[in-house]
């Protein structure tokens, strides 16, 4: 797995050319497809819009270490095949994401819902 930070202008782009929408994202996921039987394998590319996850942790009272470890769990998630569309989906992501964050020291995003859904 690769993990990439960009800035303002990158992740607008990447998320106009990959999501045909405007504006950047605080995380975009892009899976790697390959053959079962390439080595070692590969999740795929998790790519972080610094700049937009510093403002949402500002504006959600967060620290940027948090909100940073939060976006990339959640976009790891989407890499081992996580959705968020459906609620029963989104139910299971969250539950993943809050055991994850907890594994590593954090506290329940969700805790005091918000901004804070990607």
Request: aromatic residues 6%.
């Amino acid at each position: 797995m690769s993990l990439r930070t960009v800035d303002i202008e990158e992740g607008a782009a990447l998320n106009a050319a990959y999501r045909g929408k405007d504006g950047p994202t605080n995380v975009l996921s892009f899976p790697f497809e390959a053959s079962e039987h390439t080595l070692p394998p590969l999740l795929g590319d998790v790519v972080v819009c610094v700049p937009v996850i510093e403002r949402e942790a500002r504006e959600q009272g967060k620290t940027m270490e948090a909100h940073f470890a939060h976006m990339v769990v959640h976009g790891v998630l989407h890499l081992l095949g996580y959705a968020h569309e459906l609620e029963e989906d989104a139910v299971a992501m969250e539950g993943a994401e809050r055991r994850a964050l907890a594994a590593l020291g954090f506290t329940d995003p969700y805790a005091e819902r918000g901004d804070d859904a990607p």
